[in-house]
């Protein structure tokens, strides 16, 4: 199957501190990829839709300028968490959906940020 | 009430056994339904997709979905060791929508 990275794979930082999150698909063009959260026991919970060359799609309850996405290239999206605080010290988890292929089978995930806020 | 529940377990079985996994939901709209496993500190990897109602098979697994009933199953027969992960059930509406409502996942370990 088609392959999606993430780096880094985990990050500690400080409160206050920005912090950039990279998914990659790497044998495929994407030109969707969605960003998700999951708290620890809790399911994966959409945060956006990012769509290339234009601006992502955010979900209820998500703040886009605290969660700023860019997706410049159909094989890269970032996520850049802003000002970040403890209460932002999640897994995220990218995916990517591969167009050549058939519908929901083609969403492939990276492996996850694990980030932690001190 | 979630969109979609399911029993985070913890679920532990004997090596060989028949595992059932299952998940309820409340929206109808639900069409496309995924089985995903997810080992820990990992991302999530597709095992099963099924469509509307019925049961689809590869290999071990088993996927049956009642769309009556709202309620989905995956079946693992001889179970093993290297089953033991996290399974999450995951849903989506119409064709071309691609959000994925999942459920909160089941941690499934297989004693040897």
């Known amino acids: 199957g088609a392959v999606v990275s993430q780096h880094p794979s985990r990050v500690i930082c400080k409160s206050g501190t920005s912090v950039k999150i990279e998914c990659r698909s790497l044998?495929?063009?994407?030109?969707?990829m969605f960003w998700y959260r999951q708290f620890p026991k809790q399911s994966l919970m959409l945060m956006a839709t990012s769509n290339e060359g234009s601006k992502a799609t955010y979900e209820q309850g998500v703040e886009k300028d605290k969660f700023l996405i860019n997706h410049a290239s159909l094989t890269l999206s970032t996520l850049t968490v802003t000002s970040a605080h403890p209460e932002d010290s999640s897994f995220y988890i990218c995916?990517?959906?591969?167009?050549?292929?058939?519908?929901?089978?083609?969403?492939?995930f990276g492996p996850g940020t694990r980030l932690l806020v001190l | 009430q979630k969109e979609v529940e399911q029993d985070p377990g913890p679920l532990s079985v004997p090596e060989g056994a028949i595992v059932s996994l299952n998940c309820t939901y409340s929206n109808s709209a639900f069409q496309y339904f995924m089985w995903y496993r997810q080992y820990s500190r990992k991302g999530p990897e597709l095992l099963m997709y099924t469509y509307s109602s019925g049961n689809k098979e590869d290999g071990r697994f088993t996927a049956q979905v009642d769309k009556s009933s709202k309620y989905i199953s995956l079946f693992i027969r001889d179970s093993q060791p290297s089953d033991s992960a996290t399974y999450l059930c995951a849903m989506s509406a119409d064709f071309g929508n691609e959000k994925l409502t999942f459920g909160t996942g089941t941690r499934l370990t297989i004693i040897p």
């Open positions: 995916s990517a959906r591969d167009p050549s292929g058939g519908f929901q089978e083609t969403q492939y």
């Open positions: 044998d495929f063009q994407a030109t969707t």
